[in-house]
């Protein structure tokens, strides 16, 4: 029995280990709000619950906390997530907003809100919202994703004042969404302090939606996609739920904590396989009492590669500069899943460079049934350096991609380029520094993977870069 036992052990591994590139998976993300105000303002018991919810932490692979104010320390004690937001202060000095992730991160941003009413205490601490680049890893080749995670605790109260300043908050990190997110998978979760049934948050949240394009969790995963409507009886939780309430009443119920995603043309979240949940039951102490006064709330969320499109993951450069993202032009109307027929080809490059990369510019033939097929040209960068251009034959495709960074007036940027072909041609421009890294198109599948245009982020010259592929027709 323990040998077959074993046997079938090896064989799983074996079998592993010949499994193609994992193309698609899921991991938990959790929002909460801690109440960790000191003791005396705080509307929960911080000193005895905060331990409680520390232990707790580990099953979730991403959490956002707001409120992680004066009992910090005692939050990440008995927390093992590699990845840990530091503190940015106790209340008074500090958001509240920190980032627990089992998967590494980069760019971390804290931004504090342009409006605040003074109600509330809103206005004594610098609350706002946080912008962190996660990597999430994949047991594949090709590496793994980036999705952009938003933690947020916008204006508190409901009256007229709060309202509006909820609006403002809304739309100051729709705004930054819209620019530093660019193109990119986005997860937007924390404290809304809005309702869809009050009049006024219901517009704010409304817009917030329809200008990134991020889709409510709750709405679409319980609901059905449907909306409560602005002015509706409101559909508040009970708190705390008395005993014997069953998940579904806990779910159907509206909590002003919330959880927003959206893919991008390389990634799409799953809806109908992605779950949502109030975790009441696993916040609550010894006697069933929650640990906040708020609930969490969980969602494992499943993520599904494009087959056709993939982001490469080595990015070369430094964090200045506006963010741009070609996915954006090349997939000007697809939502994802991309069908193969959608992908556009690059036909040709044009590179402008002396001791640094100044400009990227290439052109795209867009797939379409007209002849000759539109084309479209992308440029990033400004205008110094001189040009050199590569214009692709019919089979020929970039398949590789040589890129160095180096530093300018105390700024990494982007110092060389070198694009190569199947066919073994190149063009390059810039110096070449110690700092150089070579990426090449996901080669592993028969498919003829090929360069179809960067994200990154650029000014006058070339800040940052990384590679998009697709299979080329
Ligand atoms: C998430 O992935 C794990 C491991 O593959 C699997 O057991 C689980 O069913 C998945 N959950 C969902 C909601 O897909």
């Known amino acids: 029995m323990k040998m077959l036992q074993k046997f079938l052990l090896l064989l799983g591994s074996v079998q592993l280990a010949l499994v193609a590139a994992q ?3 899921n ?3 959790l929002s909460y709000n801690v109440a960790g105000l000191p003791e005396l303002l705080s509307s929960g018991d ?3 619950n905060t331990p409680l919810i520390s232990s707790r932490l580990k099953a979730y692979n991403i959490i956002n906390v707001q409120e992680d104010f004066n009992y910090h320390a005692a939050l990440y004690a008995s927390d093992t997530h590699a990845y840990r937001t530091p503190t940015s202060g106790g209340a008074g000095l500090g958001s509240g907003l920190n980032t627990l992730s089992d998967f590494p991160y980069a760019d971390l941003n804290r931004v504090k809100w342009d409006a605040c009413n003074l109600n509330s205490g809103d206005c004594i601490t610098p609350k706002g919202f946080t912008f962190a680049r996660v990597s999430v890893s994949v047991a594949d080749a090709a590496g793994g994703f980036l999705v952009d995670v938003y933690n947020l605790h916008t204006d508190a109260g409901s009256d007229e004042g709060d309202i509006s300043a909820r609006a403002k908050n809304f739309a100051q990190v729709a705004a930054y969404i819209q620019k530093s997110s660019v193109g990119m998978p986005v997860i937007v979760m924390g404290d809304t302090n809005a309702r869809y049934t009050r009049p006024g948050d219901s517009e704010s949240l409304h817009s917030f939606l329809s200008t990134t394009g991020l889709t409510d969790l709750w709405v679409s995963k319980i609901r059905g996609g449907s909306f409560p409507s602005s002015g509706a009886d409101d559909l508040v939780c009970q708190f705390p739920f008395p005993v ?9 119920c509206e909590v002003v904590d919330k959880i927003f995603v959206r893919g991008n043309p390389a990634l799409s979240f799953s809806f109908p396989r992605s779950t949502y949940a109030n975790a009441h039951t696993a916040f609550i102490d010894a006697s069933g009492a929650p640990l906040s006064d708020h609930y969490p709330i969980l969602s494992t969320l499943v993520w599904e590669l494009s087959p056709y499109v993939h982001m490469g993951d080595a990015v070369v450069g430094g964090p200045h500069g506006d963010a741009f993202n070609d996915l954006v032009d090349l997939f000007p109307t697809s939502q994802p899943p991309i069908a193969s027929s959608a992908v556009p ?3 040709s490059i044009t590179l402008r460079g002396a001791n ?7 052109t795209v033939q867009l797939p379409s049934t007209t002849s000759p097929a539109p084309s479209k040209t992308l440029t990033h960068g400004g205008t110094g350096g001189s040009p050199s251009t590569l214009t692709l034959s019919s089979n020929e495709r970039i398949t590789q991609i040589k890129a160095c960074s180096g530093k300018h007036n105390s700024r990494t940027r982007v110092f060389y380029i070198e694009l190569t072909t199947n066919t073994g041609r190149a063009v390059s421009a810039g110096k070449q520094t110690g700092d150089c ?6 080669g592993a599948s028969a498919a003829a993977w090929g360069l179809v245009g960067f994200y990154g982020r650029s000014g006058d010259e070339v800040d940052r870069v990384a590679p998009l592929w697709a299979v080329v027709q």
């Open 23 to 25: 193309t698609s998976g």
């Open 27 to 29: 991991f938990s993300i």
């Open 46 to 48: 911080p000193a005895t």
């Open 244 to 252: 014997g309430t069953s998940q579904a009443d806990m779910n159907a």
């Open 345 to 347: 080809r690059l036909t």
């Open 356 to 362: 640094r990369l100044d400009a990227i510019s290439h």
């Open 437 to 442: 890294v070579v990426m090449n198109a996901p």
